[in-house]
């Protein structure tokens, strides 16, 4: 059975840092690409970053770069997403998400985590104070 259990939400102070975890079990890690997605209320939800755990390489949507830093440990099947600098509008419900590497890279914009992902978590709420 495919899980995504993410981690790490809570409420911080504007400026203040989180990390988020998601665990994944079920499918193999190494052949995946994972992302952590985030939607506020009102909102569109939206692709933060991603990263293939392959090779690590990771992608960032625009409100991510240079605040957060995603990375992943094979041995653990995790992945983290480091957020620093944070700031009101990064609020909502921060979910991880998996979809096979071969596929993630097929989309035109995976570079930004327009993606459609295959399995979800549930999501873990952050919540930043002003």
């Known amino acids: 059975e495919v899980q995504l259990q993410a981690f790490g939400g809570g409420l911080v102070q504007t400026g203040g840092s989180l990390r988020l975890s998601c665990a994944a079990s079920?499918?193999?890690?190494?052949?995946?690409?994972i992302g952590w997605f985030r939607q506020a209320p009102g909102k569109d939800r939206e692709g933060v970053s991603c990263?293939?755990?392959?090779?690590?390489?990771?992608y960032y949507g625009v409100s991510a770069r240079g605040r957060f830093i995603i990375s992943r440990d094979v041995a653990k099947n995790t992945v983290y997403l480091q957020m620093n600098d944070l700031k009101p509008e990064d609020t909502g419900v921060y979910s991880c998400?998996?979809?096979?590497?071969?596929?993630?890279?097929?989309?035109?914009?995976?570079?930004?985590?327009?993606?459609?992902?295959?399995?979800w978590g549930k999501g873990t709420q952050v919540t930043v104070s002003s």
């Open positions: 998400a998996a979809v096979k590497r071969d596929t993630f890279l097929l989309y035109k914009d995976y570079a930004t985590c327009v993606v459609t992902m295959g399995y």
């Open positions: 079920g499918f193999p890690f190494g052949d995946y690409a």
């Open positions: 990263i293939v755990n392959s090779d690590g390489r990771a």
